[in-house]
């Protein structure tokens, strides 16, 4: 049993070593890629390519119109052959773009770079969002609308924490584009009009910090450093974050305490666009997990399969009876129902593990679930609402505001899948809303 090291946090085996000093592997597709044309509950979007058409990477493919609207770019070379559904990590089927490959692949300046350093605030925030730039860390928010009121904003928080177990994309990413990270932080510091910037960065990773400390030092930034937190989970998520760094807890948003969360690879995507004129084309993921023969990062483009990219690293173990391939980390990630899911642009991990589930008991009312949630939730109440189908209950103990981050599913000495039930109890409270009942 893993050792309790505060309120609403635990530790857990990382497994970090698996990936972390390896080299990335940079894959292409053979044939062709589906780029996922998602962007949250997308209902309507304009289509800019027709079937037949010559696209090149950085092309822009469409404008999806959800909550907000997000553009579309085409992350290789090649003739766009049609949209076709396919299963996606959201567990849905969705549409996708099927562009067939070019033998040599070219690009072209998805936009016009922006001299972020003249620009006002308006203007960089109208920038961010026609690049396309959505949030890293997996939930693919639109980066810009976090920018839209800064009224109040003090501090911008960059998230290179990566406290799910086997992930290290971000490490990797860090590692590899540091002048990059930098500039992306000084860019988003100055669209959130905030004073500082802090980046949030493990102590386990010690070498990752002094890199990005010499950097800082480098271009000798006083309103930029690096805050070393505990390797505990969910460190990485906001409100854990927010807490440990800002000593402030929110309701909904970060910027009600005056601050604003963003992922480190979103800042990198960030520098390239303002400075480079870059869409989102690659994507560096983990491919982890112990029913891996070779555990390893990859940089590829979006669109590429699941199945392509692990008959390119060595596969699954022969041995395995079953596996379990999980879209994310083993902590917050989705279970897959295909290994023909694409890559999406908020993918940054694929975890493979044995297919071992212990069986459920019944529930000890310990309460370990309720002292680690990281939101201040009563997991086991909710659990308990929708087995009754009360959905008042359900809403009277806050199930929405659940961050589906699995601590409670994995403290429970029960074995109860606990943020299943919770989740359940977010769906039925969503039908509610969308019923308008």
């Known amino acids: 049993m893993s050792l309790l090291l505060g309120p609403m946090q635990q530790h857990i085996p990382g497994r970090k070593s698996l ?20 962007a949250g509950p997308v209902t309507k979007y304009d289509l800019l390519v027709s079937e037949g058409d010559h696209v090149d990477i950085g092309t822009r493919l469409a404008n999806t119109k959800s909550a907000f609207d997000v553009p ?68 693919g928010f639109p980066t810009y609308v976090k920018y ?8 911008l928080i960059i998230n290179a924490v990566e406290c799910e177990p086997f992930i290290t994309a971000d490490y990797k990413v860090i590692m590899d584009n540091v002048e990059d990270f930098i500039h992306g932080c000084r860019i988003l510091l100055k669209m959130s009009t905030g004073k500082e910037c802090l980046i949030a ?28 937190v505990p390797d505990v989970y969910p460190m990485g998520g906001e409100r854990t974050l927010v807490r440990t760094l800002l000593k402030k807890n929110f309701k909904r948003l970060p910027a009600e305490v005056g601050a604003i969360v963003n ?12 400075e480079k004129g870059e869409a989102i084309s690659k994507k560096y993921v983990t491919f ?13 483009p979006v669109g590429m399969s699941v199945a392509e990219i692990l008959e390119n ?32 642009r908020a993918m940054n991990a694929i975890t493979v593990l044995k ?54 599913t994995y403290v429970c000495p029960s074995k109860i899948q606990v943020t299943e039930n919770v989740r359940k109890a977010k769906r039925t409270l969503a039908m509610k809303n969308r019923r308008g009942n």
């Open 19 to 38: 990936t972390d000093h390896s080299d990335v592997k940079v894959l292409m597709p053979k044939e062709r890629v589906f780029i996922p044309l998602f």
């Open 72 to 139: 579309l770019y085409s992350s290789v070379s090649g003739t766009f052959k049609g949209l076709v559904k396919k299963p996606h990590s959201s567990l849905k089927p969705q549409l996708h773009f099927e562009i067939e490959l070019d033998p040599v692949q070219t690009s072209i300046q998805a936009f016009e770079p922006l001299n972020w350093e003249n620009a006002s605030q308006e203007e960089m925030v109208s920038f961010m969002k026609e690049t396309g730039i959505i949030g890293q860390g997996g939930a």
């Open 148 to 155: 839209l009121k800064p009224q109040g904003i003090h501090t």
């Open 201 to 228: 960065i493990k102590k386990t990773h010690p070498d990752l910090i002094d890199y990005v400390n010499k950097e800082i030092q480098k271009e000798g930034l006083s309103d930029i450093k690096v805050v070393p």
């Open 263 to 274: 992922n480190a690879n979103t800042a990198i995507l960030t520098a390239r666009a303002f």
């Open 288 to 300: 982890s997990g112990e029913a891996l023969n070779y555990p390893t990062n990859v940089l590829v």
């Open 313 to 344: 690293i060595g596969g699954i173990k022969d041995n395995l009876a079953s596996c379990r391939l999980i879209a994310g980390g083993p902590m917050m990630g989705k279970a897959m129902v295909s290994d023909q899911i694409c890559i999406d």
């Open 355 to 408: 297919d071992e589930e212990e069986p459920a008991m019944t529930c000890m009312r310990c309460g370990r679930c309720t002292a680690h949630c990281p939101v201040g939730l009563q997991p086991v109440r909710i659990a308990n609402a929708v087995k009754m189908n009360d959905m008042a209950e359900m809403e009277k103990r806050g199930a929405m505001q659940c961050i589906e981050c699995g601590l409670c």
